[in-house]
């Protein structure tokens, strides 16, 4: 009798102790049938004790990663996903246009004063003296000019504003309104000078006429209010409008 090699000496297994595990018994008559052994969970697999579980909770809203952080009404509404605060551009807009209507009224009434003065001025500044006219005029322009001063620095300041706040119109607008205060000097003696020019032409200004260039220079002092005025409106105009437009969205 030849011996085998293994535990079994080269015999096959026998069911029984020491052997091979019996296959499940097959149900009688009568008797329920046995559950089948639950399969045993593979590496990288999740246990079967976990599935069809429902996954944890968010944590509240406002926490790191957790559900609703960014969601709608958690925080200040900026404007329509650009992150602009369009209520203060719209607020920005609405100043710089009432500003621009104070300020036409501040211009016109510093050459109003200096047009009925000019008499008076002349005759000052010929060595005579000042009447009533001159010296009303004299304080009326002192006042109107500390007024414009500071609404040219309100109108310089709120047009920053608006284009660094601001995007697309509204930040156009802001750079036409800031850039039209310092244009406003260039260009007022430009209208001055060209006024004398054709005035000098005309035959209106003499190097006897000094009235007459008090109201060259009023009236070049209108045309020059107007246009300025007029810059800084457009530009106040396209803030407030796109404002409003995003809000309405």
Same mark, same amino acid.
């Given at each position: 009798?030849?011996?085998?090699?293994? +535990?079994?000496?080269?015999?096959?297994?026998?069911?029984?102790?020491?052997?091979?595990?019996?296959?499940?018994?097959?149900?009688?008559?009568?008797?329920?049938?046995?559950?089948?052994?639950?399969?045993?969970?593979?590496?990288?697999? +999740?246990?079967?004790?976990?599935?069809?579980?429902?996954?944890?909770?968010?944590? +509240?809203?406002?926490?790191?990663?957790?559900?609703?952080?960014?969601?709608?009404?958690?925080?200040?509404?900026?404007?329509?996903?650009?992150?602009?605060?369009?209520?203060?551009?719209?607020?920005?807009?609405?100043?710089?246009?009432?500003?621009?209507?104070?300020?036409?009224?501040?211009?016109?009434?510093?050459?109003?004063?200096?047009?009925?003065?000019?008499?008076?001025?002349?005759?000052?500044?010929?060595?005579?003296?000042?009447?009533?006219?001159?010296?009303?005029?004299?304080?009326?322009?002192?006042?109107?000019?500390?007024?414009?001063?500071?609404?040219?620095?309100?109108?310089?300041?709120?047009?920053?504003?608006?284009?660094?706040?601001?995007?697309?119109?509204?930040?156009?607008?802001?750079?036409?309104?800031?850039?039209?205060?310092?244009?406003?000097?260039?260009?007022?003696?430009?209208?001055?000078?060209?006024?004398?020019?054709?005035?000098?032409?005309?035959?209106?200004?003499?190097?006897?006429?000094?009235?007459?260039?008090?109201?060259?220079?009023?009236?070049?002092?209108?045309?020059?209010?107007?246009?300025?005025?007029?810059?800084?409106?457009?530009?106040?105009?396209?803030?407030?409008?796109?404002?409003?437009?995003?809000?309405?969205?």
């Amino acid at each position: 009798m030849t011996q085998g090699y293994g +535990p079994d000496h080269g015999q096959q297994g026998q069911w029984g102790p020491g052997g091979q595990n019996p296959p499940p018994p097959a149900p009688q008559w009568g008797q329920p049938e046995q559950p089948a052994p639950a399969p045993q969970p593979q590496w990288g697999q +999740p246990s079967p004790s976990q599935w069809g579980q429902a996954s944890p909770a968010a944590g +509240p809203a406002g926490y790191p990663g957790a559900a609703g952080q960014y969601g709608m009404g958690t925080g200040p509404q900026l404007g329509a996903g650009d992150g602009v605060n369009w209520k203060r551009v719209k607020l920005i807009g609405l100043i710089l246009l009432i500003s621009a209507a104070v300020l036409l009224l501040l211009r016109l009434g510093i050459n109003l004063s200096t047009f009925i003065g000019a008499d008076d001025l002349a005759a000052s500044d010929a060595g005579g003296e000042i009447g009533a006219a001159g010296v009303g005029s004299s304080l009326a322009n002192l006042v109107l000019y500390g007024l414009n001063f500071l609404v040219n620095l309100i109108v310089l300041g709120l047009g920053i504003a608006a284009a660094v706040m601001g995007r697309g119109r509204a930040r156009v607008g802001g750079i036409i309104a800031a850039v039209a205060i310092p244009l406003s000097a260039v260009l007022f003696w430009v209208f001055v000078f060209l006024a004398g020019i054709i005035m000098g032409i005309a035959g209106v200004i003499d190097d006897q006429s000094t009235t007459a260039i008090y109201y060259v220079t009023a009236g070049a002092g209108v045309v020059h209010a107007l246009v300025i005025v007029a810059i800084i409106a457009v530009g106040s105009f396209f803030v407030f409008s796109t404002a409003s437009k995003k809000l309405s969205v």
